[in-house]
Nanobody, 124 residues
Framework: QVQLVESGGGLVQPGGSLRLSCTHS????????IGWFRQVPGKEREGVAC????????YYLDSVKDRFFLSAYYPRNIVFLQMKDLKPEDAAFYYC?????????????????WGQGTQVTVSS
């Protein structure tokens, strides 16, 4: 059974940092990519970052480059999204998702499995 569980969301002031975790199970990591998405009410889900277990392919949304960083801990099947210098426009519900492909994609339509999400609030 495929499972993805996000954690690490919360309230942070502008300029602050958070680290989100996506712990996943139920599929062979070498065949999948892990994507991070965010969504605010009334808007489409937006691809923020993506990591390929097989070849380390990475993708970042332009607006988060040099502020958000992906890392992975293979023994525990965890993909981290380190978010620095957070801005109010980064506030959203963040999801991780898995897709059976080896090259990253920023399109939600390409992902097969989704976690429940975690809320990130950026406010003073």
């Amino acid at each position: 059974q495929v499972q993805l569980v996000e954690s690490g969301g919360g309230l942070v002031q502008p300029g602050g940092s958070l680290r989100l975790s996506c712990t996943h199970s139920g599929f062979p990591v070498d065949d999948y990519i892990i994507g991070w998405f965010r969504q605010v009410p009334g808007k489409e889900r937006e691809g923020v970052a993506c990591f390929s277990w097989k070849d380390g392919d990475l993708y970042y949304l332009d607006s988060v480059k040099d502020r958000f960083f992906l890392s992975a801990y293979y023994p525990r099947n965890i993909v981290f999204l380190q978010m620095k210098d957070l801005k109010p426009e980064d506030a959203a519900f963040y999801y991780c998702a898995a897709a059976r492909r080896t090259l990253c994609s920023e399109s939600a339509a390409n992902y097969d499995y989704w976690g429940q999400g975690t809320q990130v609030t950026v406010s003073s």
